[in-house]
């Protein structure tokens, strides 16, 4: 038996009792209950469930029996129901009391923390009282400290003073270093008591010793120097230089000013302009004179001054300087007098004598007037030492004389290389260089020469000078030992040979014409170049690609070598050009000299009776003229370029640039033109372009494909050839069709070729009109 929905129409909707949980929440309370009852399933049915428990009206037989479990079921959940609930009830009243003996604990702990923070408030107090007298103690403690330092001060320096003053009238100069060097030092915290009057006595008296022993020293050193019957024993002076070490560093500064001026009095003497040892032919003895004086003054006197005054190198540095102004104005007095010999061996004796002074002092005393001299050349690899150039520089002004010089000497250098041309054989070739003139590389020689020997000179506007120089003479060296060199191609001339090949062409018959036609091909007195002449311009060539690449090297090395500042004048940019022009005309030379052997065959093959001929057969006479040639010029010029690939390339492509096109019009001057003229034409054009393929490695054992682009170039060029000649074969009726065809073959071409390839079909011209138009509307 089973209950409908119907049955219920009139009791109250279930799902009105029924308490929805979110999914976690249900699955949580599955999770915790762990049981399966039907009951507490989210979906519970009532209808379902009953359904469940009375499937059948045979199973209401045991109805009582079911409700009476349901209702001891009840009567259980009532009655735990019941425990729960009076189980809350006492929970809420332990609760209760719980909480009021929290309030009394919390009660009691703020009555104690209050109690804690006032005993805090009264420690803290006491601390700050305590800590009040420690810093009241720190501070009398440092006061006391001070007044006590500053009393022993002061009493060192009223005892200092009075012992000083007593030392000084004494001149127990190595009795008063150590004490006056005390006493400066302690002058130096009484700085801030000066209002005091005392202390300003008492400063003044250390002033006045400092005067007075600084006035001291310096006449005891010029009675020592100036009046020979005084001798004033050195150690009495070298006690005196310790004491002015200790004064005021102009009283040093002074002292070596008027000792160093007082050992080069007589080499001023010596070497001043009216006499004969000031010239620069004798500037060797000038170095020499210093050299023996120190060495004496190293023996003589050099125990009297300390070794951190650098007393021999301040003698070397000023004569270097009044060397250098010496020099400077003798030079401008007596200029017409140098010539570079002269004046290149006063430079590497200056030079010499600049490198031993660097090896034999430091440079401190330079470094300490001009301390940025370092800064600035601290990072430069090339800079020896302070001294380079302290006396050079004064010939910096004359060095155009070295700049003519090399000028002159390139000058004959270059009218000897042009001398010895004719007689000279190009440089044997290796695995990494071609074959040059031999004239080329003693250029760059002298080139490097020169350059290591100005940059030793100077770095300035001299060197930029010589790149000026530089930059004349490679200009000069392409013009007239390149350019100059290269024959002169003559316009081809070929005399009455093609005439006479014409008018033997005509008086054969048809059936003869391509089987006699190699008897008849001549190149009459057309100008050729010889295997050395090819030789000679590919030597020059590849001398050109060399100079190019070592102008570059130049250049790089002049902007490494030049001041900074003047690096961006340097450019042989103009010069490359000459010499890639000179490359330039080379190849042109030699495509010419080509294009000139295959101009016979051209010739003689526009004045064929192309309408004549009946039969197809092998490839034309004149094919194998111009593959004659190729074969007999390129291996030449290709073995001679072996290390210049790129320019023999370039020479394959001009060529065929040049003789593609010429070919093409050659085509055009074949008419009247039948059909099988055409094919034969058509194939002696695909023969002649397998030639040109083959061109760059024709008769090479070595097969090696030719570069992309000159297939491109030539399978272009044939092509077009090939397309005129297969228009030439298409019927001219219908016209449409003809027209078409041209259209489809030929896409590119004007309507000037049009014309041209109706002269070779022989088209009359009443109908060019009807197929001009047609051309042109389509």
Avoid at 527 to 532: G, M
Avoid at 680 to 693: P, S
């Amino acid at each position: 038996m089973e209950v409908s929905d119907n049955d219920n129409t009139d009791s109250i909707d279930e799902q009105d009792f029924f308490i929805n949980f979110d999914p976690e929440v249900q699955s949580a309370i599955e999770e915790v209950l762990q049981k399966k009852d039907p009951l507490d399933e989210k979906d519970f049915n009532t209808i379902d469930y009953i359904n469940n428990l009375f499937p059948t009206e045979q199973s209401l037989s045991n109805i009582d029996e079911v409700v009476a479990k349901f209702e001891n079921k009840i009567l259980t959940i009532d009655n735990e129901i019941t425990t729960i609930i009076h189980g809350q009830v006492e929970a809420s009243q332990e609760g209760k009391e719980a909480l009021d003996e929290a309030q009394k604990v919390i009660k009691e702990l703020f009555f104690h923390i209050k109690d804690i923070k006032e005993q805090a408030v009264k420690s803290e107090e006491m601390v700050k009282e305590i800590t009040r007298d420690i810093k009241q103690l720190d501070c009398a403690k440092r006061n006391l400290t001070l007044a006590i330092t500053t009393l022993n001060h002061l009493h060192m320096l009223v005892g200092g003073v009075d012992n000083l003053k007593l030392l000084t009238q004494k001149k127990l100069y190595g009795e008063i270093a150590l004490p006056l060097q005390a006493i400066s030092e302690v002058m130096t915290h009484f700085e801030n008591y000066t209002d005091i009057p005392q202390i300003k006595s008492l400063g003044d008296q250390v002033k006045q010793i400092h005067l007075e022993l600084a006035e001291q020293i310096n006449l005891d050193f010029r009675e020592a120097f100036s009046n020979a019957r005084t001798a004033i024993p050195n150690k009495l002076l070298s006690q005196a230089c310790l004491v002015a070490s200790v004064l005021d560093s102009s009283v040093k500064k002074d002292l070596l000013k008027w000792f160093v001026d007082l050992q080069l009095e007589e080499y001023n003497h010596l070497f001043q302009e009216t006499e004969d040892t000031a010239w620069l032919d004798k500037i060797d003895k000038r170095y020499a004179w210093l050299k023996k004086n120190l060495v004496d003054f190293e023996d003589k006197l050099g125990s009297i001054f300390p070794q951190n005054w650098e007393v021999s190198e301040r003698i070397a540095v000023q004569f270097a300087h009044h060397t250098r102004e010496q020099l400077a104005k003798i030079m401008a007095k007596r200029k017409t007098e140098m010539d570079v010999k002269l004046l290149l061996y006063a430079i590497q004796k200056t030079t010499a004598f600049e490198n031993l002074l660097g090896r034999k002092f430091t440079g401190i005393t330079i470094t300490e007037e001009n301390p940025q001299l370092v800064v600035d050349n601290i990072d430069n690899p090339e800079f020896l030492s302070v001294f380079d150039g302290l006396i050079g520089k004064c010939f910096v002004p004359h060095l155009e004389i070295y700049i003519d010089s090399v000028d002159k000497n390139l000058s004959e250098l270059l009218e000897r290389f042009i001398i010895d041309e004719k007689q000279s054989k190009p440089t044997e070739a290796t695995d990494t260089q071609a074959s040059i003139l031999p004239s080329c590389p003693d250029l760059f020689v002298f080139y490097k020469k020169s350059l290591i020997q100005c940059a030793q000179l100077d770095k300035g506007k001299t060197m930029l000078g010589l790149t000026n120089v530089f930059r004349k003479y490679l200009e000069l060296y392409a013009e007239k030992l390149l350019q100059n060199n290269l024959p002169k191609m003559e316009p081809q001339s070929l005399g009455t040979s093609v005439s006479m090949l014409t008018r033997d062409i005509q008086k054969m018959s048809t059936s003869g014409l391509i089987q006699n036609f190699s008897s008849l091909l001549k190149e009459g007195d057309a100008v050729k170049l010889t295997k050395e002449e090819q030789s000679k311009i590919c030597c020059i060539l590849t001398t050109a690609e060399y100079c190019v690449e070592t102008t570059q090297q130049l250049s790089d090395k002049l902007k490494q070598k030049i001041e900074p500042a003047l690096a961006n004048q340097v450019d042989f940019t103009k010069e490359q050009d000459y010499f890639h022009k000179v490359i330039s005309n080379c190849i042109q030379i030699l495509v010419q000299d080509l294009e000139n052997a295959c101009e016979p065959a051209l010739t003689a093959m526009s004045k064929i009776q192309w309408q004549s001929i009946d039969t197809v057969g092998d490839q034309s006479p004149y094919i194998s003229s111009i593959c004659n040639h190729l074969k007999n010029n390129v291996p030449t010029l290709r073995e001679n370029l072996s290390q210049s690939r790129k320019y023999f390339v370039q020479f394959c492509l001009r060529f065929v640039n040049q003789f593609i096109p010429k070919f093409v019009q050659t085509i055009y001057k074949c008419k009247p033109m039948n059909t099988e003229g055409a094919e034969q034409l058509l194939l002696d054009a695909h023969m002649l372009k397998t030639a040109l393929l083959n061109l760059p490695s024709v008769g090479s054992q070595v097969g090696r494909p030719p570069p992309v682009a000159y297939t491109k170039v030539v399978t272009k060029g044939m092509t077009k050839a090939e397309m005129i000649l297969k228009v030439v074969m298409t019927p001219i009726e219908p016209n449409k069709n003809f027209v078409e065809q041209y259209k489809k073959l030929l896409p590119d071409c004007q309507i000037s070729e049009f014309y041209k390839i109706l002269d070779m079909k022989s088209v009359k011209r009443q109908e060019h009109s009807a197929l001009v138009e047609m051309f042109k509307s389509k």
